[in-house]
C-alpha cells in the first residue's frame, strides 16, 4: 500500500545549522504532499504543502519541493534555532485521508 | 475560529472498561477525521466523516471501536471492552475537503489502559 518513509531521528544541530531531513513517498496517483511539526506538548500544525510536481511549499524559513522523478519531498532549513526543536512529520495523501510518515525529532542546540 | 478541540486530553482506565472521546472540529468544516497515533510512530487513519455520513474505516477499526458525528458537527469515538493495546493518543482532525487535504488537528486524547 502507500507509504511514507521519513529518514530516522533524532537530528542533532547546533543554532543556525543548515536542515536537511529526507522524505520519500510511494507513487501511486497523483499525491498531495505536506510536512506537519509537533513541537512538545502540542498538537500536530501544518507548516507547509505541495499539490504537485515541482511545486515548493514554504513557511516560517521551511522549504520542501515536490520532486516527481525522485518521489521524494525533504525538507530544508537554512538556518535553524532552538525553537525549530520538534518532530516533524512528512505526509501524502490517499483519496481522502493522510498516511504520515514515523516522524524525525530535531534538536538544535545553542 | 477557536481550532480543533478534544475532550478530555488525558483518560486512563482499566482494562474492559469502555471510554469515549469527544472531537469538536472547526465551524465550517465538513470533514472530520480520527487518527491513533503509538509513541514513536506517525498518527495512523483510522474512520472519517463527510458532515453525518462516515465513508470510510480503516482496518485498524476493530468491532470494539465506533464512532458517530450525528449532527455533522461534533464526533464521538467509543471504544469498547479496552485492552492495553489500545493506549495512544487519538486525534482528531477536520478540513473542508477542498484541494490539497490541508487537515487542521486537535490537541489529542492520550488514553491508558491500565
Known amino acids: 500500500g502507500d507509504s511514507v518513509t521519513q529518514m530516522e531521528g533524532p537530528v542533532t544541530l547546533s543554532e543556525e545549522a543548515f536542515l536537511t531531513i529526507n522524505c520519500t513517498y510511494t507513487?501511486?496517483?497523483?499525491?498531495?504532499l505536506f510536512w506537519y511539526v509537533q513541537y512538545p506538548g502540542e498538537g500536530l500544525q501544518l507548516l507547509l504543502k505541495a499539490t504537485k510536481a515541482d511545486d515548493k511549499g514554504s513557511n516560517k524559513g521551511f522549504e520542501a519541493t515536490y520532486r516527481k522523478e525522485t518521489t521524494s519531498f525533504h525538507l530544508e532549513k537554512g538556518s535553524v534555532q532552538v525553537s525549530d526543536s520538534a518532530v516533524y512529520f512528512c505526509a501524502r495523501d490517499n483519496t481522502d485521508k493522510l498516511i504520515f510518515g514515523t516522524g524525525t525529532r530535531l534538536q538544535v542546540f545553542p | 475560529d477557536t481550532g480543533v478541540s478534544q475532550d478530555p486530553r488525558h483518560k486512563i482506565t482499566k482494562r474492559g472498561q469502555n471510554v469515549t472521546f469527544r472531537c469538536d472540529p472547526i465551524s465550517e468544516h465538513n470533514r472530520l477525521y480520527w487518527y491513533r497515533q503509538t509513541l514513536g510512530q506517525g498518527p495512523e487513519f483510522l474512520t472519517y466523516f463527510q458532515n453525518e455520513a462516515q465513508l470510510e474505516k480503516s482496518r485498524l477499526l476493530s468491532d470494539r471501536f465506533s464512532a458517530e458525528r450525528p449532527k455533522g458537527s461534533f464526533s464521538t469515538l467509543e471504544i469498547q471492552r479496552t485492552e492495553q493495546g489500545d493506549s495512544a493518543m487519538y486525534l482528531c482532525a477536520s478540513s473542508t475537503g477542498t484541494s490539497g487535504f490541508e487537515q487542521y488537528f486537535g490537541p489529542g486524547t492520550r488514553l491508558t489502559v491500565t
Open positions: 507513487a501511486t496517483g497523483y499525491p498531495s
